[in-house]
T-cell receptor, first 116, second 111 residues
Framework: DSGVTQTPKHLITATGQRVTLRCSPRSGDLSVYWYQQSLDQGLQFLIQYYNGEERAKGNILERFSAQQFPDLHSELNLSSLELGDSALYFC???????????????FGEGSRLTVL | DAKTTQPPSMDCAEGRAANLPCNHSTISGNEYVYWYRQIHSQGPQYIIHGLKNNETNEMASLIITEDRKSSTLILPHATLRDTAVYYCIVRSLSNDYKLSFGAGTTVTVRA
């Protein structure tokens, strides 16, 4: 158990719809990272937040948005869904461990999105 | 971040050591080598990382060549549960810890 919680675990929806994926980072971790893993693309970095502020953007579509709330949980919003958005979406968190920062990310178990 | 090259797949016998190579010939002085693995669509799991010295933890050992252009992850006694995709990642200190995953090596441990 990494300590990172993602909900829902599975989600089936139709094209054109909008969904929200939720991530609770490890207790005390300030950074949250979102990744997408589809069959033909591998693990792709989408976006990173640090203490509520967007820190870095990767290959995130304009139809997708994210935010991190004051309690540090994060949500990834996917809208106008297309068949190609079907993928596993992972959230990871990183924090200071024992005063030293090893830079390791702790990943949740992912949310599997199926768009029909 | 420097790119890495890994073999697409390898087999290993249960109970034997698994040696996973990674080439990172363009690595720069401030870049770390990280290893993660992903077991069948679960979230990636951190294994080990290093800068230039060899490292060992309860999961594995990391051997980095003196010129730092390649490294080897060693799983000392592979078990069936070690079957996974293993990712070698080079990360600089300036990219705020985000990781760029390649295709990795699919390791199959056989009984």
């Amino acid at each position: 158990d990494s300590g990172v919680t993602q909900t829902p675990k599975h989600l089936i929806t139709a094209t054109g719809q909008r969904v929200t994926l939720r991530c609770s980072p490890r207790s005390g971790d300030l950074s949250v990272y979102w990744y997408q893993q589809s069959l033909d693309q591998g693990l792709q970095f989408l976006i990173q937040y640090y203490n509520g502020e967007e820190r870095a953007k990767g290959n995130i579509l304009e139809r997708f948005s994210a935010q991190q709330f004051p309690d540090l949980h994060s949500e990834l919003n996917l809208s106008s869904l297309e068949l190609g958005d079907s993928a596993l979406y992972f959230c990871a968190s990183r924090g200071l461990a024992g005063g030293t920062n090893t830079g390791e990310l702790f990943f949740g178990e992912g949310s599997r999105l199926t768009v029909l | 971040d420097a790119k890495t090259t890994q073999p697409p797949s390898m087999d290993c016998a249960e109970g034997r050591a698994a040696n996973l190579p990674c080439n990172h010939s363009t690595i720069s002085g401030n870049e770390y080598v990280y290893w993660y693995r992903q077991i069948h669509s679960q979230g990636p799991q951190y294994i080990i990382h290093g800068l230039k010295n060899n490292e060992t933890n309860e999961m594995a050992s990391l051997i980095i060549t003196e010129d730092r252009k390649s490294s080897t992850l060693i799983l000392p006694h592979a078990t069936l549960r070690d079957t996974a995709v293993y990712y070698c990642i080079v990360r600089s200190l300036s990219n705020d810890y985000k990781l760029s995953f390649g295709a990795g090596t699919t390791v199959t441990v056989r009984a």
